[in-house]
């Protein structure tokens, strides 16, 4: 990889930090931008579906079943416009779960780079079986 591509790299996933903040989810702010050919196509950040209220965990601190993370949020934002996720990058503050990593996958995404480690890695071994690049970059 080279010094510019990281350095872009690193802008994009601060870029996907900031709009973490969105989230009124309170366990984990998750953020995300789809990128192609060097412009924003999507976003996204982790959180309830729309037409729902913004209350992400229940009395127990447990997370609703129905949460979107920040990753689902950007591929079915970029669905519902004329862009397309052929080829893009996709930058994400915490690497893909494995329901995520299909999306992935599906969307023709050819590149993850993330800041932070799930806590489950079978999401980052589905993408690398897909033959998706998978970059983390340390932001620290």
Known sequence: MTEKQ???DRRYLR???IWAENSYCKRRQVGAILVKDKMIISDGY???PAGFENICE???GLTFPYVLHAEANAITKVAKSNNSSEGATLYVTSSPC???AKLIIQSGITRVVFCELYRLDDG??????ANIEVIFVDLT
């Open 6 to 8: 990281l350095t872009l």
């Open 15 to 17: 870029m996907a930090k």
């Open 46 to 48: 982790n959180g309830t």
């Open 58 to 60: 229940d009395e127990n």
């Open 98 to 100: 494995l329901e995520c």
């Open 124 to 129: 980052i071994e589905l993408l690398k079986r």
